[in-house]
């Protein structure tokens, strides 16, 4: 099956750091990655669509400035969360996108935990 | 806008029993893709199943079969001769054939007893 890995599995930082999460696809090419917020108990929460070598796309609410998103390659799309603050302590997951034989299905990373001090 | 509802926030079932999982959505499209999640506490998402709008034939993954109502707009997930490990948060998603973002339902937490 498709796998997507995430790294690291878990960051604790302080108040007004920067923290990079790597999402990877690892036996496949994704065009399409995206990336995804969770609170305890709720659902997960889109925050962008990330395309290889193009600006990734914001959904409203979120600030791009903050998350900034990169996908330099088919295989590998980065989430900085900038100037990080108790605030943006959560549970992040990414997903790929993998088109294959006429079906199209998101694979998601095992999730990343950051929590601010 | 598409919208996914799941109207369970908690379910239970024995261990060996069958249940079903509840899930509406709301939507203008005629073609479209549905699909189950499975979160276990390790947090990971797990597609269980998933369901082409174009197809009357409900889908089905060994254990796990879904109801398709189109015209009702409804799309259960039916787990039978439930297993331990099937205790997780169930995830009921949509997205458009012609887009590539999912929408998600606000989950299912289900508890296998044994």
């Known amino acids: 099956g498709a796998v997507v890995s995430q790294h690291p599995s878990r960051v604790i930082c302080k108040s007004g750091t920067s923290v990079k999460i790597e999402c990877r696809s690892l036996d496949f090419q994704a065009t399409t990655m995206f990336w995804y917020r969770q609170f305890p108990k709720q659902s997960l929460m889109l925050m962008a669509t990330?395309?290889?070598?193009?600006?990734?796309?914001?959904e409203q609410g979120v600030e791009k400035d903050k998350f900034l998103i990169n996908h330099a390659s088919l295989t590998l799309s980065t989430l900085t969360v900038t100037s990080a603050h108790p605030e943006d302590s959560s549970f992040y997951i990414c997903?790929?996108?993998?088109?294959?034989?006429?079906?199209?299905?998101?694979?998601f990373g095992p999730g990343t935990r950051l929590t601010v001090l | 806008a598409q919208t996914v509802t799941q109207s369970q926030p908690e379910m239970s079932v024995q261990e060996a029993e069958t249940v079903t999982l509840s899930c509406t959505y709301d939507?203008?499209?005629?073609?479209?893709?549905l699909f189950w999640y499975k979160q276990p506490p390790s947090r990971q998402m797990i597609l269980v199943i998933r369901q082409e709008a174009y197809k009357q034939q409900n889908a089905t993954e060994n254990r796990f079969s879904v109801n398709f109502q189109k015209a009702a707009k409804s799309f259960s997930l039916k787990i039978s001769d439930s297993q331990l490990g099937d205790a997780a948060m169930y995830f009921c998603?949509?997205?458009?054939?012609?887009?590539?973002?999912?929408?998600f339902g606000e989950g299912t937490q289900l508890t296998v007893n044994p």
């Open positions: 998603a949509y997205r458009k054939t012609s887009g590539s973002r999912l929408t």
């Open positions: 939507t203008s499209e005629s073609d479209y893709y």
């Open positions: 990330s395309n290889e070598g193009s600006k990734a796309t914001y």
């Open positions: 997903s790929a996108r993998r088109k294959r034989g006429g079906t199209d299905t998101q694979y």
